[in-house]
Nanobody, 116 residues
């Protein structure tokens, strides 16, 4: 399984971004896809995730500012964030949890930098 993330970059505070992550390989149809981020010197944390049935979970820090969605046919997950803050800066990793194999797959990460 490979996950290819895209869409990061430098954004001004108050701006918006859209991240995409396309999965390829043998991905079980029932899974959880999500986005995590890691800021310098901090642990990786969940930003948002979405089940194959469409149930979503958001970190408190992004509630109301972020929207996660997915295209099951394309094994692709998206994250849209607006009203970006400097504290949103970090490397964003996409993730797929396969409950059948109990395995986590990770993408390579994409840098998001929010300037004040």
């Amino acid at each position: 399984v490979q996950l290819q993330a895209s869409g990061g970059g430098l954004v001004q505070a108050g701006g918006s971004l859209r991240l995409s992550c396309a999965g390829s390989g043998s991905i079980f149809s029932i899974n959880v896809m999500g986005w995590y981020r890691q800021a310098p010197g901090k642990q990786r944390e969940l930003v948002a995730d979405i089940t194959s049935g469409g149930r979503t979970t958001y970190a408190d820090s992004v509630k109301g500012r972020g929207t996660i969605s997915r295209d099951n046919a394309k094994n692709t997950v998206y994250l849209e964030m607006n009203s970006l803050k400097p504290e949103d800066t970090g490397v964003y990793y996409c993730n797929v949890w396969d409950p059948r194999l109990r395995v986590n797959y990770w993408g390579q990460g994409t840098q998001v930098t929010v300037s004040s």
